[in-house]
């Protein structure tokens, strides 16, 4: 990094970074809900990313979910009309590195060398971006090196989705993971970072803006969880549920596609806390009208198709069509 650092350097202001300054209401809940406008950001940062502009202006958000590797996969969901993002699925998908035996695995644990455990996703996030669409990373876990490996890798205003949160103090060390000081302890270096935006900000103009551009994401899906979801809410930009594991951890687990009442009530409790806090709420769907439902109970942000269900749905009907029979149900499947 000391040749490179001075060179990206090179022209920034030489004032001390004014990262200190910024108004901290994802890691301080005393000062308040983030409101309204205040989503479309003050800085270059802010204003490149499209999903942010989505909730800026108070419209439904709606994306697509990557689980297959390849950059050209990446490209032809982020060039999709209508998307605004692209979630790089990290938990449940196969957004890793595809070609090292599987006993690199351990190998690379044991000795703490992570790169290629997440090499298909540092590939998807430039292709998403140059695209202009926003590229969002759901991580496997909440660990500290995860969420920072997702961040240096140039996500449009550093969107992260954090799966399987339980309790209040572990969303706290989720933002304290994402900020930079004096708000988190987030590790300042990666020159990866700002090579998604136009322009290109240098280094200090990173460290000045990503605080503010930040968009900090976690998932309601256990039952801990939503007990806490008025707390969490305070805490975090969005509130994003994962309606199958939340399901399936409060006791009524959605199957062959049917939503108990317990569930939806569920879901509303959410979306009630996020409205109450003045952040924003979002869902997993399986289909469009799935997600055309929950932009209208005032989600605002929606997946509407994923690439593995989706190439397969797709195929499952045209050939049906080409065989003359009934084409198969949709939104039944993950």
């Known amino acids: 990094m000391s ?18 300054s910024f108004t901290a209401i994802t890691a301080n809940p005393t000062r308040g809900p983030r409101h309204g406008s205040s ?28 689980m297959l590797p390849g ?49 298909a996703m540092h590939e998807a ?10 590229p969002v990373v759901r991580i496997p876990d909440f660990q500290p090196w995860m969420i920072k490996r997702a961040l240096d890798s140039g996500a ?33 270096g990666s020159p990866l970072s700002m090579e998604n935006f136009s322009p290109v900000p240098s280094l200090t103009e990173y460290l000045e803006q990503a605080n503010d551009a930040l968009l900090v994401m976690v998932q309601i899906e256990t039952k801990e969880a939503l007990e806490a979801v008025d707390e969490i809410a305070l805490l975090v930009d ?4 994962g309606p199958f594991d939340l399901g399936n951890n409060i006791g009524h687990p959605i199957i062959n596609g049917v939503i108990e009442a317990e569930l939806d009530a569920a879901i ?20 469009a009208e799935m997600a055309r439902k929950y932009a209208e109970m005032g989600f605002s942000m929606m997946s509407a198709a994923a690439d593995y269900t ?18 198969p149900q949709k939104g039944q499947s993950y």
């Open 125 to 134: 996030v430039p292709v998403i971006a140059a695209t202009g669409t926003t």
């Open 310 to 327: 989706g190439l397969q749905q797709h195929m499952a009907e045209t050939l049906a069509i080409a065989h003359g029979k009934a084409q």
């Open 39 to 66: 989503f479309a950001g003050r800085t270059q940062l802010a204003k490149s990313n499209k999903l942010r502009q989505a909730f800026a202006e108070n419209r439904p958000s709606m994306g697509v979910w990557q």
């Open 238 to 241: 969005v509130l994003f549920i």
């Open 156 to 188: 449009h205003g550093d969107q992260i989705l954090v799966p399987l949160i339980r309790t209040v103090e572990e969303v706290r060390s989720v933002v304290r993971s994402c900020k930079f000081p004096p708000e988190g302890n987030r590790g300042f």
């Open 71 to 119: 950059v050209n996969i990446s490209r032809v969901l982020a060039r999709t009309p209508g998307v605004d993002w692209v979630m790089v699925d990290c938990e449940h998908g196969q957004m890793t590195g595809t070609s090292f035996p599987s006993e690199w695995f351990g190998v690379c644990r044991k000795y703490g060398s992570n790169w290629f455990l997440d090499a």
């Open 3 to 20: 040749r490179v650092l001075p060179a990206l350097f090179k022209g920034a202001p030489r004032a001390r970074p004014r990262h200190c």
């Open 268 to 287: 509303k409790r959410v979306l009630e806390a996020g409205n109450r806090a003045g952040k924003k709420c979002g869902i997993y769907c399986t289909s």
